[in-house]
């Protein structure tokens, strides 16, 4: 069952939805003309009957069916000025009880005219006209009141009793016979109302439908984020809805329904919306896409600054819908999306990506076989910065160092940032290396200068690789990489300075990423050896600790020196599984030592940026056994430079698990003695720079004197490195500050197996230096 067939067969009138309630009951007082003439028909008809047989019966049938009509007839203009206002579901039903009591009671009077006249009189004429009246009037009722079923039912009832009761008063069978046909002509009058009802209904609920599927689309369509508008075949407004207006900045008045395209331009151009230009524009537009019938979208860039765009799709009929909307937003985020796509977000320099694409752009339509240069650039002591003033300070300075470097190049010159701290500078020189080499002096002298960076001044340097070409065989790649491999020989020479490629360089970039894969191949294979160098305790006249040396012994190369291959593995981040291996290696290989011995062992700075140095020495100390007390960890004043809380709480965390910390190579950096009071340190390693010239004047030996003075006044072991000869040993020994002295004088770095039975001789320093 549909839901239509629902409502018109299954629920009862009062169970009806209101909206359909309503208008059925409205259209039974809807025409008041055929109640006029038929009230107009049966008053006339009456009075002749009355006048006729002159029965007073008669005449006051005439007189009620007169008062009945004027009641009706007002009773239809107060439905009509109650209907101005909506109305709830009772007082509907109250105007329906009443219309079906006046309309009853009408035919009750008909048929009641009708039984008297048959009952008062033996006229057939007076009798013929009661009866066709009543019977008209009742006949009347499917095609006027059969949108009550109560009120056909009541009508059907006042009239079907009086009329059989006339008919069977008149006497004789055959009016006998007529009353009982009768019965079947009101029953097929109640299946007529019943169909007529139905279809009354079917067509309240398509308009009610039609209706709200009308709103719903209005409401949809002005609700919609776009602006839309139909046109038919000829090019004529159809529909718009209220945002296409809107959007054009058009009153709502100029969306009128048939205007053509042409006029609703123009009033888009009066509007101050386009311009007139523009206006002519998109009408040709129009024109040429309609004339090819090609659709599709168009933008628009309005006075406002906004971008419209405009989609254009076919109907069946030969018209088009358009949709319009403000596409300003998605076009901003496009173009930002591209800007950092493209550009580099921190200091606006196009980025790696837009680089290589000029680079390619200029490389393949150059046919003038110009000179082409790229200087790889490099900050020096930027690293610096960020570690001492932070990354903030760290961006400000890299935005500072774009602007320089843009107002140092030519408009014609591209320059990019690489990433991090480095930058490319792309030129096409006239006399080639002559002019890259004034370029990059310039930038060399223009990044030193100093910079102020709220209210700290910094200074940087700056490095520069060069490569150029003039062959116009080179691709950007292989620019790049020449560049970088100058550069990297630029910083090897010094920094602060440029070099240009030369074949030799690339020579030793394939010899270093060599070494780089042997590098990770002997991590991964255990290729490496840790050495040993004896620390003598000067007031307990013995060796007490002994430092762990990495050595890599190469199957070609021999031993390869660790300030050649330690910067690399630091460089590639190898160096913190290296050290965690060192650790394993050294505690394990101290176990077999006299058990006054500690082993020292060297911490990379990267070992503490990763932050699993604590872990890395716990696995360590467990997988060995040993006492955390016996192993001593040396750090430089690089890893001091770093995150400072971040490093003060790993090194409290060592110095909790028991584990002494020592300061390596002191005296070498910017601020060594802040480093004795800031962090927990139990021993002080002076760098062997101390002793030179120690013996032959005075000043190196007081400074000697005075820096272990103050640590050891501080608590800490003093430890003198690079004791080498016995005047040196002598002049060291003679001070009582100092406690531990480490040197070749005493012992090279040894292996494992060379060192043990050193310590298990436990010769004393007298023997070892004589």
């Known amino acids: 069952m549909s839901p239509r067939e629902s409502l018109t067969d299954t629920l009862p009138r009062r169970e009806l939805p209101t909206e359909i309630y309503a208008p059925i009951v409205a259209s039974l007082f809807g025409d008041r003309r055929s109640l006029f003439i038929g009230a107009f028909a049966a008053i006339m008809s009456t009075l002749v009957i009355a006048w006729k047989t002159a029965q007073p019966v008669i005449l006051f049938c005439s007189l009620a069916i007169i008062a009945i009509t004027f009641a009706r007839a007002w009773q239809m203009a107060a439905f009509a000025r109650a209907r101005r206002n909506p109305m709830s579901r009772p007082e509907i039903r109250r105007w329906e009880l009443q219309y079906i009591a006046g309309a009853a009671l009408y035919t009750l009077i008909l048929s009641l005219n009708c039984t008297f006249t048959f009952l008062v009189t033996d006229d057939p004429f007076s009798q013929l006209l009661s009866f066709s009246i009543a019977l008209a009037y009742l006949i009347g009722t499917p095609g006027r009141n059969f949108a009550s079923d109560t009120l056909v039912h009541a009508s059907i009832v006042c009239a079907c009793l009086p009329l059989m009761v006339a008919l069977a008063i008149a006497g004789g069978p055959y009016y006998t016979v007529f009353a009982f046909v009768l019965v079947p002509f009101f029953i097929s009058l109640k299946f007529i109302s019943a169909r007529l009802r139905r279809q009354l209904l079917d067509a309240i609920i398509a308009a009610n439908d039609v209706s709200l599927l009308a709103k719903r689309f209005d409401t949809a369509l002005n609700n919609m984020p776009h602006g839309l508008a139909m046109f038919d075949a000829a090019g004529r407004l159809v529909v718009a809805n209220e945002q296409m207006s809107n959007l054009l900045r058009l009153p709502s008045t100029a969306m009128q329904r048939g205007a053509e395209v042409r006029e609703l331009i123009s009033s888009v151009v009066a509007a101050g919306t386009i311009t007139a230009t523009d206006g002519e524009r998109i009408a040709r537009q129009l024109d040429e896409r309609a004339a090819s019938g090609t659709r599709g979208d168009l933008e628009v860039v309005v006075n406002d600054g906004r971008t419209l765009d405009l989609t254009f799709q076919d109907m069946e009929n030969g018209g088009a819908v358009v949709l319009l909307q403000d596409v300003t937003e998605r076009r901003d985020a496009e173009a930002r999306i591209n800007q950092l796509a493209r550009y580099d977000a921190l200091t606006g320099l196009p980025n790696r990506n837009m680089l290589r694409s000029r680079m390619e752009t200029v490389l393949a339509g150059d046919r003038e076989g110009r000179c082409l240069a790229v200087l790889f650039i490099d900050l020096d002591h930027f690293k610096q910065v960020n570690d001492t003033l932070g990354h903030r300070y760290g961006d400000q300075l890299l935005c500072a160092v774009a602007d320089r470097l843009r107002r140092t190049v030519r408009e014609s010159d591209t320059v990019a940032r690489f990433g991090g701290d480095e930058f490319i500078a792309f ?231 028991g584990v002494r910390i020592s300061l390596d190579d002191f005296g070498t950096g910017y601020s060594s003695l802040s480093y004795l009071q800031r962090f927990r340190l139990h021993k002080v390693k002076i760098d062997r720079s101390f002793l030179r010239g120690i013996g032959t004047t005075e000043q190196p030996l007081i400074l000697l004197r005075g820096v272990a003075r103050l640590s050891a006044e501080l608590g800490m072991t003093v430890v003198v490195e690079g004791i080498e000869t016995r005047e040196q040993l002598a002049l060291v020994a003679r001070q009582g500050t100092i406690d531990e002295i480490q040197g070749f004088l005493l012992s090279k770095p040894v292996p494992a197996r060379e060192l043990r039975p050193l310590l298990a001789a436990d010769i004393k320093l007298s023997e070892r230096v004589a």
């Open 427 to 657: 030129m096409a020189v006239g006399n080639g290396a002559h002019e890259a080499e004034e370029l990059a002096a310039r930038i060399v002298s223009r990044l030193a200068e100093p910079y102020e960076l709220e209210g700290h001044e910094v200074v940087i340097g700056a490095s520069i690789g060069i490569a150029v070409t003039s062959d116009g065989k080179a691709d950007a790649d292989q620019l790049l990489r020449d560049a970088d491999t100058a550069l990297y020989q630029a910083k090897s020479d010094g920094r602060g300075g440029w070099r240009f490629f030369e074949s030799e360089m690339a020579v030793k970039a394939q010899t270093r990423r060599h070494l780089e894969m042997e590098l990770r191949a002997a991590l991964a294979n255990e290729a490496f050896e840790v050495y040993y160098q004896p620390i003598y305790n000067l007031k307990q006249d013995r060796f007490t600790t002994c430092e762990a040396l990495l050595r890599w012994p190469h199957p070609q190369r021999g031993m390869i020196s660790p300030a050649e291959f330690i910067p690399i593995a630091e460089e590639m981040g190898l160096i913190v599984e290296i050290g965690a291996w060192v650790l394993k290696r050294a505690t394990a290989e101290c176990m077999r030592w006299p058990g006054h011995m500690r082993v020292a062992v060297n911490l990379s700075p990267a070992q503490f940026r990763r932050g699993n140095v604590v872990t890395a020495v716990e696995e360590a100390l467990a997988a060995s056994g040993l006492p955390a007390e016996r192993l001593e960890l040396e750090i430089t004043e690089s890893v001091l430079l770093q995150d400072v809380n971040a490093t003060r709480v790993a090194l409290q965390q060592l110095c909790d698990l």
